[in-house]
């Protein structure tokens, strides 16, 4: 029941990242919405959610995880309720803030508190493995359920779908999860200066990706946001140094099992934004790929992603759970590296990238995951979660960042339209070169910097008991 309960949460955040996608011209047409309301319509729930995650997961650290969890249900639920009487697309907007603050209530908890049911490491890769299945299958065919619907009913009905999925989850937590214990959380107070700092440095650091996109490189927008970004990450670790009850302790963000988890998730979303964003425009415009035919070229991901889950236990209990968030994020380093180098070449090697990328992140997504929480005390697992969630959502943003500035610099003209001259046939594939190798460097670079703070962790657990006399304590 509490597995039930907890793979609802994250089939709606998946379902919420990909099923209305489909309806933006419909919601355009009916609600007569602008370019921009469209936009807000889906990217206000991924700015929103991405920027509360790390407050909520502080707050659910201090006063309950299950607790928060279920008030986050039930604003999703209320939420989606709300869609029914949406007339406008100021109040779609408005929807969507409260299904990303929804998101942010909810989802670093999932997985948290299925790390806090079983004991053994073998089996909390089980249960996750199965959760994030779930929620893949979910961002899967979201999608194509979604076109589906549409034929027959209105947009509405695919934000209503989340309100059974938040009563089974509901049922699920509230039954089969245990209250909190007392001792598995804290009683600082909630450090309010440092969740507000820390909200205004991902905010801005996930619109600007966007602004990038859409004014381009050389307007002042995008990069007075990134500006922001960096101030407010500047303030917020000052600001963590010297508070008595941090929001974050930095301490246990350098330890090396959380940091080294911390490093691979970010090469995964980096990645796995990045290749999508380039591969989709590939597939489309350079080679004349109509949308369902281009949905097609990318079914070798989808396949993987949900397919993979039945491969993440063996080879876990194969390699080690160190050994397997490291080969699997350098997996994702490779498939980029291939994409970069090669994808011009033919769609075989667009297949090969993202059959390498999926696969690791597929395993990258559980493990490192996993990991993080095992290097943090169990009253600060929430934030844990909450904190890799963060670094997929800022990565992404960044990974869609540097591809579409790199394309902006290089091709003349605009890329959306058809009939290119061959030399924007080769400015577009050179971009395509550069902003793939460029991602894989700097991938390569966090998962580099991973293994080091991996391997530093390994030896310091294994050197601990000569030096101490003692057996190291479990993280």
Do not use: C
């Not at 604003?75 to 869609?83: E, P, Y």
């Not at 303030?235 to 008595?244: I, P, T, Y």
């Not at 997996?331 to 090697?349: D, E, H, I």
């Amino acid at each position: 029941m509490a597995l039930a309960g907890l793979s609802a949460v994250f089939l709606f955040e998946m379902l919420d990242n990909s099923i209305l996608n489909v309806a933006l011209p419909t919601i355009g047409r009916e609600l007569h919405a602008s370019t921009t309301e469209l936009q807000w319509a889906t990217g206000a729930y991924a700015v929103v959610f991405g920027g509360l995650m790390l407050a909520f997961g502080a707050v659910a650290d201090r006063f309950g995880r299950r607790r928060i969890m279920l008030v986050g249900l039930v604003l999703l639920g209320a939420a989606s309720l709300a869609t029914a009487l949406v007339s406008t697309a100021e109040q779609l907007i408005a929807v969507r803030v409260a299904l990303g603050v929804a998101a942010a209530m909810t989802t670093p908890g999932s997985m948290a508190l299925a790390f806090r049911l079983f004991d053994e490491d073998g089996l909390r890769v089980r249960a996750t493995t199965l959760i994030t299945t779930v929620g893949l299958v979910g961002l899967a065919i979201g999608p194509t359920v979604g076109g589906f619907v549409l034929v027959v009913a209105p947009w509405q009905v695919l934000l209503l779908v989340n309100v059974p999925i938040a009563v089974l989850a509901i049922i699920g937590v509230r039954f089969g999860i245990a209250p909190d214990l007392a001792a598995d959380l804290h009683r600082d107070p909630v450090d309010v200066a440092g969740a507000v700092l820390v909200t205004a440095t991902i905010v801005p650091a996930l619109v600007a990706p966007t602004l990038f996109v859409d004014e381009g490189a050389g307007s002042w927008v995008p990069w007075a946001a990134t500006a922001a970004a960096g101030l407010g990450a500047v303030l917020f670790v000052l600001r963590e140094r010297s508070a008595r009850h941090p929001l974050l302790d930095l301490a246990l963000v350098a330890h090396p099992l959380v940091s080294s988890g911390l490093a691979f998730k970010a090469a995964a979303g980096l990645a796995t934004a990045g290749l999508g964003y380039l591969a989709t425009l590939q597939l489309q415009l350079d080679w004349g790929w109509t949308p369902g035919l281009a949905a097609v070229g990318m079914l070798p991901q989808v396949v993987v992603l949900v397919a993979g889950g039945a491969f993440v236990g063996p080879f876990v209990r194969r390699v080690g759970l160190d050994r397997a968030a490291w080969l699997s994020a350098a997996a994702v380093v490779l498939g980029l590296a291939v994409y970069g180098l090669l994808s011009r070449y033919g769609y075989v090697w667009v297949a090969v990238a993202l059959v390498l990328v999926a696969a690791g992140m597929r395993v990258v997504g559980v493990v490192a995951g996993v990991n993080v929480l095992r290097g943090l005390p169990k009253n600060r697992t929430t934030i844990g979660a909450a904190l890799v969630d963060t670094a997929t959502e800022v990565t992404s943003g960044v990974g869609i960042a540097v591809t579409g500035t790199v394309l902006a610099a290089l091709f003349t003209g605009t890329v959306a339209t058809s009939n290119w001259t061959p030399q924007q046939t080769t400015e577009f594939r050179d971009a395509v070169t550069i902003a793939g190798l460029a991602l894989t460097a700097v991938a390569a670079a966090l998962v580099g910097w991973g293994i080091a703070r991996a391997r530093r962790g390994a030896n310091g657990r294994a050197n601990a008991p000569a030096a101490a006399g003692t057996v190291p304590e479990p993280a």
